[in-house]
């Protein structure tokens, strides 16, 4: 992924209606109609959303007897999955992690000395 | 006094300026202990990272110059590769290593200190980015805990997608 594209993969779940979008196309491939349905926004307003997922590379669109359909690129998803742990998680859950072997680093080192 | 009265605090993490991120953390133990907890291959995959993650080391060469690079591996088997160089190392104050997440754009610098206080260690890491999005990338990841919820959805949705 280019540095363009990486942005471009945030920006675009950082947003709850497309993530939304993203949770329906993970059912299933869909009409753009289908997707604008059950959203409480206009048809373009969902165009504009699936083109900020299709810059990502999030989606795919194809035109069909005059449908147009989007499907899931799970790839560049799969490739912010380990960013999906937040940064604060990461480190709290390394930093407890750490403490506790500390602890037994200390007790070890205790032991050692004694006969 | 007692290690059953420590309860386990957040690490402060600030961004002092456009492309910095800092980590802060006091450990109850020494400071050559806890140097060795960063510097020790041994040690390292012991906390470094989320328990759900294995964490393995390939390389580890704590020398200035030195390379290192370690994996995290999921539970899928999805690997998640990191390596870096080392720039400085002064036991047991100051580590100064180059970062790179594999496959994403941008190495970052990063600088632990180690300060003892009182038998306690604090450690103060400095990342610096090259550039403001990179850094905003890796702290989209859900600093704002307004993002957490969307994150929550996106494992869901990455769930749903194996």
């Known amino acids: ?27 299933g491939e869909a009409t753009v109609q289908e997707l604008a349905d059950p959203l409480p926004i206009s048809q373009p307003a969902v165009s504009k959303h699936l083109k900020v997922l299709e810059k990502a590379g999030l989606i795919e669109r194809r035109s069909e007897a005059q449908r147009r359909w989007c499907r ?44 | 006094m007692k290690a059953s009265q420590s309860i386990s605090k957040p690490a402060a993490i600030t961004t002092p300026n456009d ?21 020790d291959a041994k040690l390292l995959p012991q906390w470094m990272g989320p328990r759900k993650y ?3 080391i390939e390389q580890m ?7 290192w690079r370690f994996l995290h591996i999921d539970t899928d088997g999805t690997e998640y590769g990191f390596h870096g160089e080392f ?6 104050e100051r580590i100064v290593q ?11 610098i990063q600088t632990a200190l180690f300060q003892e206080n009182h038998g306690r260690t604090t450690v103060t890491s400095i990342v610096k980015f090259e550039r403001k999005e990179h850094r905003d990338g890796m702290l989209a990841s859900g600093m704002e805990s307004g993002l957490n919820e969307g994150y929550d959805r996106l494992d869901e949705l990455l769930r749903t997608m194996h």
């Not at chain 1, 992924?1 to 059912?27: E, W, Y």
């Not at chain 2, 060469?61 to 390379?67: A, C, F, L, V, Y």
């Open chain 1, 72 to 115: 899931l690129q799970a790839r560049p998803l799969r490739e912010v999955a380990l960013w999906a742990t937040t940064f604060q998680q990461y480190w709290d859950e390394s930093f407890e992690r750490l403490d506790a072997l500390l602890e037994e680093e200390k007790a070890r080192g205790h032991d050692d000395k004694a006969p």
């Open chain 2, 98 to 108: 180059t970062w790179n997440f594999e496959g994403m754009p941008g190495e970052s």
């Open chain 2, 19 to 39: 492309t910095e991120i800092r980590i802060e953390r006091t450990f109850d133990a020494p400071r050559d202990l806890v140097f060795r907890a960063y510097t």
């Open chain 1, 1 to 27: 992924m280019n540095d363009d594209r990486l942005s471009a993969t945030f920006q675009a779940v950082a947003d709850p209606t497309r993530r939304n979008i993203l949770a329906r196309l993970a059912q």
């Open chain 2, 87 to 92: 720039r400085e190392i002064v036991r047991p």
């Open chain 2, 54 to 56: 294995k964490m393995k």
């Open chain 2, 61 to 67: 060469d704590i020398r200035p110059g030195g390379r």
